[in-house]
């Protein structure tokens, strides 16, 4: 199973407690359920107003389990920003 990356930012960061983590898994769906499972609470509310990268490409609107996560990769929690 790939380990992955996990970069949160803004408010996921301030909900997470930290910058980032690893998880193992094979699918967007499947590390952002680790997520969810690790992080119980504000994180989990905040992960849905949220926008991803996989390896620096946008997920946009594809359904996160056809999302495959490669070895070594990152995904990158981005909440909605103000300003800019």
Request: proline letters at 6%; one cysteine or more.
């Amino acid at each position: 199973m790939p380990e992955v990356t996990v970069r949160y930012w803004a408010a996921a960061k301030a909900a997470a407690g930290v910058g980032e983590e690893v998880f193992d898994a094979d699918t967007l769906a499947e590390a952002l359920g680790a997520v969810r499972e690790r992080h119980p609470g504000e994180l989990t509310r905040v992960l849905l107003r949220c926008s991803f990268l996989v390896d620096g490409d946008p997920v946009g609107t594809r359904g996160h389990e056809t999302v495959r996560l490669a070895d070594g990769g990152t995904v990158e929690v981005l909440p909605p920003f103000a300003g800019g």
